[in-house]
C-alpha cells in the first residue's frame, strides 16, 4: 500500500523561512534607509522592492544557475537546488530547465531585479521619476507572471500538482498571487502621482496663457 507524500517537509520549512528572512531584512532596510516622515506607501514600496529585489537576485538566480549551459535543477545538488526541487513538486517546468521559464527569468533576474534595487535608489533620494520606472517595473512583473501561467492553463496545466494542499495555497497561489496584487497597487499608486503632476502642470500653463 503506498504511502502520500509528507505535506510538510524539512525543506519546505526552510525554503519558507529563507522567504521571511528576506522580508525582515527588507523591513529593517526600510527602517534604516528612508526618511523618519516617509510616507506609508512609500515605506511599503521601499519593502516590496527590496523583498523583490534580493529575491530576484539569489532565489532566482540560483534557478538561472542550475538551469542554464545544459544544466537542470532536478539534478543539481545545493540548498537552493533543494529548494527549486521542492517548489518543483508544484511546477514541474522548474526541475526541468523549461526554455520558457528559464527565458522570463533571465529578463527577470537581470532586468526586473536591476530596476528593484534602482527604484530603491530613488526612494531613498526622494527623485519623484521613480513612479515612471514603478510602472515599467510593475508591469514587467504583471506580464512575466501571465506568460508564466498562461501557456500553462491553454494546455490543461500538464507540469503543475495541486492535490497537496501546500503546493497549491502557498507556492502555486499565494507566492505567484502576491506578484500581481502589490505591483498592480504600485501601479496604482505611481498612476495617481503622474496624473496629479500633469494635471498641476497644465492648470499652471492654462493659468500663465490666460
Not at 74 to 88: D, F, L, R
Not at 159 to 186: E, Q, R
Request: aromatic share 16%; glycine share 6%; hydrophobic share 45%.
Amino acid at each position: 500500500m503506498s504511502t502520500s507524500p509528507p505535506i510538510f517537509t524539512a525543506t519546505s520549512a526552510y525554503s519558507l523561512a529563507f522567504v521571511s528572512a528576506v522580508g525582515v531584512a527588507a523591513y529593517v532596510a526600510s527602517k534604516s534607509l528612508l526618511p523618519k516622515n516617509a510616507s506609508w506607501q512609500d515605506r511599503v514600496t521601499f519593502i516590496w522592492l527590496a523583498f523583490d529585489g534580493i529575491i530576484h537576485f539569489t532565489l532566482e538566480g540560483s534557478f538561472l544557475y542550475y538551469s542554464m549551459f545544459g544544466k537542470q535543477v532536478i539534478t543539481s545538488s545545493g540548498p537552493m537546488a533543494q529548494m527549486w526541487k521542492e517548489y518543483a513538486l508544484a511546477d514541474s517546468r522548474w526541475g526541468t530547465a523549461d526554455p520558457t521559464v528559464v527565458s522570463l527569468e533571465i529578463l527577470t533576474v537581470f532586468g526586473v531585479g536591476t530596476m528593484c534595487f534602482y527604484v530603491l535608489k530613488q526612494l531613498v533620494q526622494r527623485d519623484p521619476t521613480r513612479h515612471y520606472w514603478i510602472i515599467v517595473l510593475s508591469t514587467s512583473e504583471i506580464y512575466g507572471g501571465w506568460m508564466t501561467f498562461c501557456p500553462e492553463w491553454l494546455t490543461g496545466s500538464p507540469s503543475l500538482d495541486t492535490s497537496n494542499a501546500l503546493y497549491l495555497w502557498v507556492y502555486l497561489v499565494f507566492m505567484n498571487i502576491i506578484w500581481v496584487f502589490v505591483p498592480a497597487w504600485l501601479m496604482y499608486d505611481s498612476y495617481g502621482h503622474i496624473a496629479k503632476s500633469l494635471r498641476l502642470a497644465q492648470a499652471a500653463t492654462k493659468t500663465k496663457k490666460s
